[in-house]
């Protein structure tokens, strides 16, 4: 049996649907003509725990199930703090005053126009400090039959963790729909190609140059067109205060403070898989071959690629991320909490609301539950690149991101509320597979193909 996506058949995938901003107006779910009442979140009942999952302590039918919170989508959530109120951060990692849109909370996935197969491409992002993401295998699997749960069986936890990396080769499980290795962005000249002219045009072609280089003709007399490496500004600051702009340096570069002055650096592999089918819910896989032991595995999961966001030839930017040994060990000694327990995995991730005339935002205040506790659900400060949790904080910042640290592994799903004006909603309900001793990333309940914080500081 395939394996249970959703707490009910159309929240496969939680995502973004059409809708608009909200201010004081009763937020609209689903068909725009439909108007539910403000209880919505406060009186919704979770869906039974299905046949092939297992019960789970936090799960919940009614908020009669639940001690000191409330049932929201099916899993018990503490409301958030008395007085907050949830807005939305801009891309220029500003609060608005704007509400959330929750106009996709358990609403089936837009399947807009566009084309049926993309090319998938990215860095490797690196969620703290660590060695640059070079050599790292990237998977992109169909969510819905994606189940490693067909790992749990094995006898030792060394055996489930080389389950669980195989999945998907020698007919373990499912195949993926496409795997990549991860490259640096500089190449070697022996490593590009004798020219990228395009067939026997005076044009050049970029897709027959690595990931992050332009065919580009040189200057006389030679006039041939080559590969040519990303160009990089001169400084990467803003413009007022000690501040970089990732969005200023290429694909697999980062803004970094050198000396006086921030320049974009190389920090970052790269990574391009063919073939892989929009409107469809996705799950990716980053695990390291090479200096394993510096590297924990990275499961994504709500991965959605909308067709109208392709680019120019048929090309869909989605990082994938990694997570270093260093980050793994600091994070939960950050909130006094001993290290990850041996057989149990950590999910991180943001709260974005739904996609409408722009790409889904963070939203602030919301707090989190997940149907099999956590030992601990932790929130970050506004710096995007600050991954340092804040030990007394009991919902999301600015910039909407959480982790949830030393979680059972297996299948469990995660649910979250938000008060809007003085009444508290629901954002629905995640599944998310834990690994042991990796990193699953959620992102919900809006989505978007790619989107990265600009700031750095």
Request: aromatic letters at 8%; one cysteine or more; a negative charge.
């Given at each position: 049996?395939?394996?249970?996506?959703?707490?009910?058949?159309?929240?496969?995938?939680?995502?973004?649907?059409?809708?608009?901003?909200?201010?004081?107006?009763?937020?609209?779910?689903?068909?725009?003509?439909?108007?539910?009442?403000?209880?919505?979140?406060?009186?919704?009942?979770?869906?039974?725990?299905?046949?092939?999952?297992?019960?789970?302590?936090?799960?919940?039918?009614?908020?009669?199930?639940?001690?000191?919170?409330?049932?929201?989508?099916?899993?018990?959530?503490?409301?958030?703090?008395?007085?907050?109120?949830?807005?939305?951060?801009?891309?220029?990692?500003?609060?608005?005053?704007?509400?959330?849109?929750?106009?996709?909370?358990?609403?089936?996935?837009?399947?807009?126009?566009?084309?049926?197969?993309?090319?998938?491409?990215?860095?490797?992002?690196?969620?703290?400090?660590?060695?640059?993401?070079?050599?790292?295998?990237?998977?992109?699997?169909?969510?819905?039959?994606?189940?490693?749960?067909?790992?749990?069986?094995?006898?030792?936890?060394?055996?489930?963790?080389?389950?669980?990396?195989?999945?998907?080769?020698?007919?373990?499980?499912?195949?993926?729909?496409?795997?990549?290795?991860?490259?640096?962005?500089?190449?070697?000249?022996?490593?590009?190609?004798?020219?990228?002219?395009?067939?026997?045009?005076?044009?050049?072609?970029?897709?027959?140059?690595?990931?992050?280089?332009?065919?580009?003709?040189?200057?006389?007399?030679?006039?041939?067109?080559?590969?040519?490496?990303?160009?990089?500004?001169?400084?990467?600051?803003?413009?007022l205060g000690d501040e970089g702009d990732h969005s200023l340096c290429?694909?697999?570069?980062?803004?970094?403070?050198?000396?006086?002055?921030?320049?974009?650096?190389?920090?970052?592999?790269?990574?391009?898989?063919?073939?892989?089918?929009?409107?469809?819910?996705?799950?990716?896989?980053?695990?390291?071959?090479?200096?394993?032991?510096?590297?924990?595995?990275?499961?994504?999961?709500?991965?959605?690629?909308?067709?109208?966001?392709?680019?120019?030839?048929?090309?869909?930017?989605?990082?994938?991320?990694?997570?270093?040994?260093?980050?793994?060990?600091?994070?939960?000694?950050?909130?006094?909490?001993?290290?990850?327990?041996?057989?149990?995995?950590?999910?991180?991730?943001?709260?974005?609301?739904?996609?409408?005339?722009?790409d889904s935002w963070p939203i602030s205040q919301v707090a989190l539950?997940?149907?099999?506790?956590?030992?601990?659900?932790?929130?970050?400060?506004?710096?995007?690149?600050?991954?340092?949790?804040?030990?007394?904080?009991?919902?999301?910042?600015?910039?909407?991101?959480?982790?949830?640290?030393?979680?059972?592994?297996?299948?469990?799903?995660?649910?979250?509320?938000?008060?809007?004006?003085?009444?508290?909603?629901?954002?629905?309900?995640?599944?998310?597979?834990?690994?042991?001793?990796?990193?699953?990333?959620?992102?919900?309940?809006?989505?978007?193909?790619?989107?990265?914080?600009?700031?750095?500081?």
């Amino acid at each position: 049996m395939s394996r249970w996506i959703g707490h009910l058949l159309p929240l496969a995938v939680v995502m973004a649907t059409f809708g608009g901003c909200f201010s004081d107006a009763p937020l609209i779910i689903g068909d725009a003509d439909t108007v539910l009442p403000d209880v919505i979140g406060e009186e919704v009942d979770g869906a039974a725990v299905p046949p092939d999952k297992p019960a789970q302590p936090n799960a919940c039918e009614t908020s009669a199930d639940c001690t000191g919170s409330q049932c929201r989508s099916g899993v018990c959530v503490v409301d958030p703090p008395g007085s907050s109120v949830g807005v939305v951060t801009n891309t220029d990692n500003v609060a608005t005053e704007q509400a959330p849109n929750l106009a996709c909370v358990e609403v089936a996935p837009a399947t807009p126009a566009g084309p049926a197969t993309v090319t998938m491409f990215g860095a490797v992002a690196r969620f703290g400090n660590g060695n640059k993401t070079i050599d790292i295998q990237v998977d992109v699997f169909d969510a819905t039959t994606f189940d490693p749960s067909i790992c749990e069986s094995r006898a030792t936890l060394e055996d489930r963790l080389q389950c669980y990396q195989d999945y998907g080769a020698d007919g373990l499980g499912v195949a993926p729909l496409g795997t990549a290795l991860s490259e640096p962005v500089v190449r070697a000249p022996a490593e590009l190609p004798a020219s990228c002219q395009s067939g026997t045009t005076d044009e050049g072609d970029s897709s027959l140059c690595p990931i992050g280089y332009l065919c580009t003709k040189t200057a006389p007399p030679d006039e041939t067109w080559a590969c040519t490496p990303p160009e990089l500004p001169e400084s990467c600051q803003k413009p007022l205060g000690d501040e970089g702009d990732h969005s200023l340096c290429p694909l697999g570069y980062r803004c970094i403070e050198v000396g006086l002055d921030w320049h974009c650096l190389e920090q970052y592999g790269v990574y391009e898989v063919a073939g892989i089918p929009t409107n469809t819910p996705l799950v990716l896989r980053s695990r390291a071959t090479t200096f394993t032991n510096k590297w924990h595995d990275s499961y994504t999961f709500n991965v959605y690629l909308y067709a109208d966001q392709a680019e120019a030839g048929d090309r869909m930017h989605y990082d994938a991320t990694m997570v270093s040994e260093g980050q793994w060990r600091l994070t939960p000694n950050t909130v006094s909490l001993p290290p990850i327990g041996e057989g149990n995995g950590v999910i991180g991730g943001r709260v974005r609301d739904c996609r409408s005339d722009r790409d889904s935002w963070p939203i602030s205040q919301v707090a989190l539950g997940l149907a099999n506790p956590a030992a601990k659900i932790v929130f970050f400060n506004n710096l995007e690149d600050d991954t340092v949790p804040l030990p007394d904080r009991d919902a999301t910042n600015i910039l909407g991101r959480f982790a949830a640290l030393d979680v059972p592994a297996g299948w469990n799903a995660m649910s979250g509320s938000v008060r809007i004006g003085s009444d508290v909603f629901t954002l629905g309900a995640v599944d998310v597979y834990v690994f042991p001793d990796s990193l699953s990333l959620v992102t919900f309940p809006g989505l978007q193909p790619h989107w990265s914080q600009a700031l750095a500081q």
